[in-house]
């Protein structure tokens, strides 16, 4: 195998893993009704995970570089959740959403 082959295979892996990532993100999306800030916030965490420039770099640190990209992650999922709850309560209150409203 040479370095085009071994090339190839991680930027097709790449390429998955960023699929499955929109996947999730559509997905709980339309499953949860997340808000535009969350879609923000979930798009955001999967650039920051893609992307090479991270502030614990794994090239340098080895596998301790993905603390970062795991906390990136755990923060985005705790507030994302805590949108849907919140939005979640507010419905059952009886607050309706202003883009519910029919003139």
Do not use: C, H
Not at 11 to 17: A, E, H, M, Q, R
Not at 33 to 38: A, Y
């Amino acid at each position: 195998m040479d370095v085009s082959d071994l090339v190839t295979v991680v930027l097709v892996v790449l390429g998955g893993l960023f699929l499955l990532g929109v996947a999730v993100i559509v997905f709980v999306m339309w499953r949860y009704r997340v808000p535009p800030r969350g879609l923000a916030a979930m798009v955001g965490a999967l650039v920051y995970l893609a992307s090479p420039v991270d502030v614990l770099p794994e090239i340098v640190l080895g596998p301790l570089g993905l603390v970062d990209d795991a906390g990136v992650v755990t923060v985005v999922a705790v507030w994302v959740y805590k949108l849907v709850q919140a939005r979640r309560i507010l419905r059952d209150a009886g607050v309706r959403d202003n883009r519910a409203r029919k003139p």
